[in-house]
């Protein structure tokens, strides 16, 4: 009788295990929700408080959204920065980071961004617009935008060598 319930348990445990091998990974990679659609056209700040148009941009870009308390988001960001000289003058890119702290942490994003030495361009988007227009759950979110401005890649979470598939997709465009 217990050899019968332990099997039970364990091929039990089992089958939640798979199911959860089989869940998690859908979380991690966003679906083609925002692919083939228009780049939102919004305003943001820079860092030292002008404006910037979303809609100006007109070339390939990767654009990353990120807050301050997102340990992946920072780890993508520095992989990316790793790479950021070779891309932008290889492949002709730009990266546009896209900090979606309110308004209780945005003041550390300037701290990390200098903490960090990051090069590309640091937006904020304390009200979370962008957020919003692409439905965006977490961060980090990554896409590429190809020079038309549409949005041919997305990506959620951040795993060591996400960058390289990056690249990938910018070779093809």
């Known amino acids: 009788m217990i050899m019968s319930v332990l099997r039970f348990i364990s091929s039990t445990i089992i089958k939640?295990?798979?199911?959860?091998?089989?869940?998690?990974?859908?979380?991690?990679?966003a679906g083609s929700e925002n692919i083939g659609k228009s780049f939102p056209n919004e305003e943001?700040?820079?860092?030292?408080?002008?404006t910037f148009d979303m809609a100006s941009i007109t070339k390939p870009a990767i654009v990353s959204f990120?807050?301050?308390?997102?340990?992946?988001?920072?780890?993508?960001?520095?992989?990316?920065?790793?790479?950021?000289?070779?891309w932008k003058k290889e492949y002709k890119i730009e990266v546009y980071a896209i900090s979606t702290d309110d308004a209780r942490?945005?003041?550390?994003?300037?701290?990390?961004?200098?903490?960090?030495?990051?090069k590309f361009p640091i937006?904020?988007?304390?009200?979370?617009?962008?957020?919003?227009?692409?439905?965006?759950?977490?961060?980090?979110?990554?896409?590429?935008?190809?020079?038309?401005?549409?949005?041919?890649?997305?990506?959620?979470?951040?795993?060591e060598g996400d960058e390289d598939e990056l690249i990938k997709i910018i070779k093809g465009l």
């Open 16 to 29: 939640e295990i798979f199911i959860l091998c089989l869940i998690v990974p859908a979380f991690s990679f």
């Open 44 to 50: 943001l700040k820079t860092l030292n408080g002008d």
């Open 66 to 86: 990120w807050s301050t308390t997102c340990i992946p988001c920072i780890k993508e960001l520095n992989a990316i920065n790793d790479k950021y000289d070779f």
């Open 105 to 118: 942490f945005s003041s550390r994003v300037p701290l990390i961004v200098e903490k960090k030495r990051w």
């Open 123 to 159: 937006y904020t988007d304390q009200e979370k617009k962008m957020f919003k227009a692409l439905n965006i759950v977490n961060n980090p979110y990554t896409i590429i935008i190809n020079k038309a401005g549409k949005i041919v890649y997305e990506h959620t979470s951040y795993k």
